[in-house]
């Protein structure tokens, strides 16, 4: 039995959820091979804007390789309306400790959001929840949890707080849980929170959100003359996980005037 397989056949015996993984890995190819140069993700714009602008004038897409599509699938799991419920009542509880005060929190799975930064100019992203009082954006890791209880990875802070900023939210949650969570034989939910989840709370800072937005208008404005000349990678191991094509232009080793456009939608 494939790590996949097992994944799968745990959650639909522990929590009773169904996983269509045709339907995730549909998702993820639409998503990368339908952006156009009129829009951006939230999450591209915390990585090498070389990279992505590149992608965008040449028609390359970024393969979504299987660690991705294993983290999708933990996503629809914690997505689910029981699990989810269980989650967020655990949390409003701890606020309630905190702040003394209790509102009804709506909830809501995977919102979509789109925002015109410039004219024409579309700012988009998938919140995995949201809430009338806060955001949680879960990410999936094969990194030891006890790292991510010291500090949050700065692509995946800005992702959030870039929600925060474009939701006008002064707080949410970063969800870091282990790719080995619903592989195990783990049988009770708590005891999966406890062995492979990890909260994180994120305070929202303006001053990085207007960088973040300054940032996708350049990258916007790059795009439409046709240019890449834009302060990359962010951080040193992106090069060694760029794809050949886009390093061969990235670096000059290809003409850059052969240009293929990929139209608005």
Same mark, same amino acid.
């Given at each position: 039995?494939?790590?996949? #397989?097992?994944?799968?056949n745990?959650?639909?015996?522990?929590?009773?959820?169904?996983v269509?993984?045709?339907?995730?890995?549909?998702?993820?190819?639409?998503?990368?091979?339908?952006?156009?140069?009129?829009?951006?993700?939230?999450?591209?714009?915390?990585?090498?804007?070389?990279?992505?602008?590149?992608?965008?004038?040449?028609?390359?897409?970024?393969?979504?390789n299987? &660690?991705?599509?294993?983290?999708?699938i933990?996503?629809k @799991?914690?997505?689910?309306? #029981?699990?989810? &419920?269980?989650?967020?009542?655990?949390?409003?509880?701890?606020?309630?400790?905190?702040?003394?005060?209790?509102?009804?929190?709506?909830?809501?799975?995977?919102?979509?959001?789109?925002?015109?930064?410039?004219?024409?100019?579309?700012?988009?992203?998938?919140?995995? @929840?949201?809430?009338?009082?806060?955001?949680?954006?879960?990410?999936?890791?094969?990194?030891?949890?006890?790292?991510?209880?010291?500090?949050?990875?700065?692509?995946?802070?800005i992702?959030?707080?870039?929600?925060?900023?474009?939701?006008?939210?002064?707080?949410?949650?970063?969800?870091?849980?282990?790719?080995?969570?619903?592989?195990?034989?783990v049988?009770?939910?708590? #005891?999966?929170?406890?062995?492979?989840?990890?909260f994180?709370?994120?305070?929202?800072?303006?001053?990085?959100?207007?960088?973040?937005?300054?940032?996708?208008?350049?990258?916007?404005?790059?795009?439409?003359?046709?240019?890449?000349?834009?302060?990359?990678?962010?951080?040193?191991?992106e090069?060694?996980? +760029?794809?050949?094509?886009?390093?061969?232009? +990235?670096?000059?080793?290809?003409?850059?005037?052969?240009?293929?456009?990929?139209?608005?939608?």
């Amino acid at each position: 039995m494939t790590e996949l #397989e097992k994944i799968m056949n745990n959650t639909k015996e522990l929590f009773n959820i169904d996983v269509n993984v045709f339907e995730i890995v549909q998702k993820a190819y639409e998503e990368h091979f339908n952006r156009r140069k009129n829009k951006l993700g939230c999450s591209e714009i915390a990585f090498c804007g070389k990279k992505t602008i590149i992608s965008r004038l040449f028609g390359y897409a970024i393969e979504t390789n299987m &660690k991705m599509l294993h983290g999708k699938i933990h996503h629809k @799991v914690i997505q689910d309306p #029981e699990v989810l &419920k269980k989650l967020i009542k655990a949390i409003d509880k701890q606020l309630e400790a905190i702040f003394k005060i209790y509102k009804p929190n709506k909830v809501i799975i995977e919102k979509e959001i789109s925002f015109e930064i410039l004219e024409g100019k579309i700012l988009e992203g998938h919140i995995d @929840v949201a809430t009338s009082e806060y955001l949680i954006e879960i990410k999936t890791t094969n990194v030891p949890l006890k790292y991510w209880s010291k500090e949050i990875a700065p692509f995946h802070y800005i992702q959030a707080n870039t929600y925060l900023g474009l939701e006008q939210k002064q707080f949410g949650f970063i969800l870091y849980i282990n790719l080995r969570a619903f592989g195990s034989q783990v049988i009770d939910i708590d #005891e999966v929170w406890n062995k492979y989840g990890c909260f994180i709370p994120v305070v929202f800072d303006k001053e990085i959100f207007d960088l973040t937005l300054e940032k996708a208008k350049l990258m916007f404005t790059l795009m439409e003359e046709e240019r890449w000349d834009i302060a990359s990678p962010e951080y040193e191991w992106e090069c060694k996980t +760029c794809p050949k094509e886009i390093q061969a232009i +990235c670096h000059g080793e290809t003409n850059n005037n052969q240009v293929f456009i990929v139209p608005n939608s």
